[in-house]
């Protein structure tokens, strides 16, 4: 199996192997440098899917790192595109996780775009 070929796919990956709050990007270029940094230095796990283990890099999130504050973080980075989960610790399904960032990142973008709005009156 070609790794970089199914990490690269737009599939759900799996939840990060924790029951704790995490956040995770793709493992590629400097993402888990960015993610190392945005959750305030913790360590880093990785984890995959079959032959490719090593798909995704994931960091558990502490009370100071909340999973809204590390993705801003992450957006600012320009690594936005690249999470595949920042969620708390509440475990949900693919198909939710997908439908819920994409939720966040509307949210996100209405408040972005009121923010400038309102500067600009």
């Given at each position: 199996m070609n790794c970089?070929?199914?990490c690269s796919q737009d599939v759900a990956p799996a939840d990060p192997p924790t029951h704790s709050a995490a956040c995770a990007v793709v493992f590629q270029g400097n993402n888990s440098e960015h993610l190392q940094y945005c959750a305030g230095g913790?360590?880093?796990g990785y984890y995959g899917t079959?032959?490719?283990p090593e798909c995704f890099a994931y960091v558990n999130l502490t009370e100071g790192n909340t999973n809204v504050t590390v993705f801003n973080c992450?957006?600012?980075l320009g690594v936005g595109g690249d999470v595949v989960?920042?969620?708390p610790a509440t475990p949900v399904s693919a198909g939710?996780?997908?439908g819920t960032n994409k939720v966040f990142l509307g949210?996100?973008?209405?408040m972005?775009?009121?923010g400038i709005l309102v500067l600009n009156w």
């Open positions: 970089s070929i199914a913790g360590p880093i079959g032959d490719c992450l957006t600012q989960e920042c969620s939710a996780r997908h949210i996100l973008m209405s972005i775009t009121t």
